[in-house]
């Protein structure tokens, strides 16, 4: 039950309060939504944690990334020669990277979960999604800490415990 919780219905578990309200249920839903419709249920992310890296990345929705481009998780791309400039976003700070744009909030939060969910880089993540499912038990420090190559931040997995926790 702790699993079903914790990755199809997430409202049992976070208040929702405070001008992050809207972000949260926007997010979530389309966690929601992924959870139920496009994985197997070993493979489900929990909401908290889609909700919490989405916040980090992004300032609570607030990033230019977010308001411009949809990408809620800094999902970036490798640059081509054919590229369309509609399609991507690009640091003030280094023009060399490439920020991908989305239509909108859930296509930016499916492709996340996809890559976490089938990314050989997140094995690791993968492999802890599934013993957690078969022993009904959700581990965020775990789960965050197989999580390595996704943040080059040091405070990075701190900071993503830190929102989770302040969402319980």
Not at 16 to 35: L, T, V
Not at 75 to 92: E, G, T, W
Not at 105 to 127: A, P, W
Request: charged letters at 25%; one cysteine or more.
């Amino acid at each position: 039950m702790k699993i079903i919780c914790a990755t199809l219905m997430f409202y049992c578990n976070i208040p929702i309060y405070g001008d992050q309200s809207e972000f949260i249920k926007e997010i979530g839903e389309c966690a929601i939504e992924y959870n139920a419709n496009y994985t197997e249920p070993a493979m489900r992310i929990p909401i908290k944690l889609v909700i919490a890296i989405s916040a980090h990345e992004t300032g609570w929705g607030t990033s230019r990334f977010a308001k411009e481009g949809n990408n809620y998780f800094g999902i970036q791309v490798n640059y081509h020669k054919d590229y369309d400039p509609d399609n991507y976003l690009k640091p003030k700070e280094n023009n060399n990277i490439l920020i991908k744009k989305y239509y909108n909030t859930c296509e930016s939060v499916n492709e996340f979960m996809d890559i976490m969910s089938h990314s050989k880089l997140y094995r690791g993540f993968q492999k802890e999604l599934i013993n957690q499912w078969s022993i009904d038990e959700v581990s965020y420090i775990r789960l965050i800490g197989n999580m390595t190559r996704y943040s080059h931040d040091i405070d990075w997995e701190y900071s993503i415990t830190s929102i989770i926790n302040s969402m319980e």
